[in-house]
């Protein structure tokens, strides 16, 4: 993340600076009394079809604070809903409303417009799944004859030698079940979502880590889904499954120079 | 045999309205959300980059040591006991899998939360 200098100004100076939490449509628009950073107040900052959902910057710098994070996350989750809502990343303060409006909702308008239309009754869903250690290491045992035979030979202290063998094989066994499973489950839950958020990075005993976009409609269908694939996997794999969420993985501005 | 879809059978999985610990929370917040360009002129201030502490998947002899040691250790006897009492649908066995099914789940996933909060908040404090 790109850190930037904040504007300079008098240390003592009132400040007008407003941190800003995501964009609604001006008519579902809202305040939220004490919901703030700091526990000030949220306003809306309407320009034309849009607000912003805003409050005064606290003074000083945003520091990533536990109760701060929570709130940023907090007063999306209320204005979600009202409506329907465009995420911002936590940390964004502008100079004041008018700049706010000059930098942000007038020559976004469209896109913003656009974006809230196309998100309306969509929800994001987060789901994860995580092996079990001990399920899945017998599983490997059971099902690889090579490390069977390694784990037998190794049983009260193997030399170094084979047991870097056995373990170099039994992470691999690991890696080609979890790109396994994890295409599987992906491609069922996908299949129900119109867009999907996959993580990358690779965690050990994780399979999944992803957000799907779904429409309200489908909620149903995709809890139906998960209930299905947590029975079919009890035992060997442990999922979370948390929503309806703001779609903070699906928002995106186009890159303007 | 990975994902066997049988009957819809309840209590497994409850979804979560909103994320049970701050790490998730965290990453909807400060890696997702919309960012705008620089050329605004915005001030993103003070956010150290956070990341959740968890085990990443390196291949090491550390890692191929750590699994030999684990498969030695396995109580296969147990494990298999387990695997068969998923199958017939009770919740007997013990050890490895066994354990009651949809509360084991909830706790599993309760630890990694925690285990993660734990390391984000001191990187938070950190900050």
């Given at each position: 993340?790109?850190?930037?200098?904040?504007?300079?100004?008098?240390?003592?100076?009132?400040?007008?600076?407003?941190?800003?939490?995501?964009?609604?449509?001006?008519?579902?628009?809202?305040?939220?009394?004490?919901a703030g950073l700091?526990?000030v107040s949220v306003?809306?900052?309407?320009?034309?079809?849009?607000?912003?959902?805003?409050s005064?910057?606290?003074?000083?710098?945003?520091?990533?604070?536990?109760?701060?994070?929570?709130?940023?996350?907090?007063?999306?989750?209320?204005?979600?809903?009202?409506?329907?809502?465009?995420?911002?990343?936590?940390?964004?303060?502008?100079?004041?409303?008018?700049?706010?409006?000059?930098?942000?909702?007038?020559?976004?308008?469209?896109?913003?417009?656009?974006?809230?239309?196309?998100?309306?009754?969509?929800?994001?869903?987060?789901?994860?799944?995580?092996?079990?250690?001990?399920?899945?290491?017998?599983?490997?045992?059971?099902?690889?004859?090579?490390?069977?035979?390694?784990?037998?030979?190794?049983?009260?202290?193997?030399?170094?030698?084979?047991?870097?063998?056995?373990?170099?094989?039994?992470?691999?066994?690991?890696?080609?079940?979890?790109?396994?499973?994890?295409?599987?489950?992906?491609?069922?839950?996908?299949?129900?979502?119109?867009?999907?958020?996959?993580?990358?990075?690779?965690?050990?005993?994780?399979?999944?880590?992803?957000?799907?976009?779904?429409?309200?409609?489908?909620?149903?269908?995709?809890?139906?889904?998960?209930?299905?694939?947590?029975?079919?996997?009890?035992?060997?794999?442990?999922?979370?499954?948390?929503?309806?969420?703001?779609?903070?993985?699906?928002?995106?501005?186009?890159?303007?120079? | 045999?990975?994902?066997?879809?049988?009957?819809?059978?309840?209590?497994?999985?409850?979804?979560?309205?909103?994320?049970?610990?701050?790490?998730?929370?965290?990453?909807?917040?400060?890696?997702?959300?919309?960012?705008?360009?620089?050329?605004?002129?915005?001030?993103?201030?003070?956010?150290?980059?956070?990341?959740?502490?968890?085990?990443?998947?390196?291949?090491?002899?550390?890692?191929?040591?750590?699994?030999?040691?684990?498969?030695?250790?396995?109580?296969?006897?147990?494990?298999?006991?387990?695997?068969?009492?998923?199958?017939?649908?009770?919740?007997?066995?013990?050890?490895?899998?066994?354990?009651?099914?949809?509360?084991?789940?909830?706790?599993?996933?309760?630890?990694?939360?925690?285990?993660?909060?734990?390391?984000?908040?001191?990187?938070?404090?950190?900050?």
């Open positions: 993340m790109a850190l930037q200098t904040p504007p300079t100004r008098a240390p003592r100076e009132l400040s007008t600076a407003l941190y800003c939490y995501g964009v609604t449509s001006a008519d579902a628009a809202a305040s939220q009394p004490n700091a526990g306003e809306p900052v309407c320009f034309r079809k849009l607000a912003a959902l805003t005064a910057a606290p003074p000083g710098r945003v520091r990533a604070r536990r109760a701060d994070l929570l709130r940023h996350f907090d007063v999306l989750a209320a204005a979600f809903k009202r409506g329907t809502v465009v995420p911002l990343r936590f940390g964004i303060v502008f100079d004041d409303e008018a700049s706010l409006v000059r930098d942000f909702l007038e020559p976004r308008h469209d896109e913003l417009a656009g974006m809230l239309r196309k998100l309306r009754d969509r929800v994001e869903l987060r789901v994860t799944a995580h092996y079990r250690e001990q399920a899945i290491l017998a599983e490997i045992v059971r099902e690889s004859p090579r490390v069977a035979r390694l784990r037998e030979q190794t049983q009260g202290g193997g030399s170094p030698p084979l047991l870097m063998e056995l373990g170099e094989l039994v992470s691999a066994e690991l890696q080609a079940r979890t790109a396994r499973d994890g295409r599987a489950i992906l491609q069922r839950l996908g299949a129900l979502a119109e867009a999907y958020d996959l993580s990358e990075e690779q965690i050990e005993h994780q399979l999944l880590r992803a957000s799907f976009l779904v429409e309200r409609t489908r909620l149903k269908a995709f809890d139906e889904a998960m209930e299905e694939l947590a029975a079919a996997q009890a035992g060997r794999i442990d999922f979370s499954y948390v929503g309806p969420l703001p779609p903070h993985s699906f928002v995106s501005l186009e890159e303007r120079r | 045999m990975a994902i066997a879809t049988q009957g819809t059978a309840s209590n497994y999985l409850q979804r979560a309205p909103s994320p049970s610990g701050l790490a998730d929370v965290v990453e909807l917040i400060l890696d997702k959300g919309l960012v705008i360009d620089a050329y605004v002129r915005i001030s993103v201030i003070g956010i150290e980059l956070i990341t959740i502490d968890a085990r990443i998947v390196i291949a090491s002899v550390d890692t191929y040591l750590r699994f030999a040691e684990a498969v030695n250790r396995l109580d296969l006897t147990q494990t298999e006991a387990a695997g068969l009492a998923e199958l017939r649908g009770d919740n007997g066995g013990g050890g490895g899998g066994g354990d009651g099914k949809a509360k084991g789940m909830m706790e599993g996933a309760k630890d990694k939360a925690s285990d993660a909060k734990k390391g984000l908040k001191e990187r938070v404090k950190g900050d």
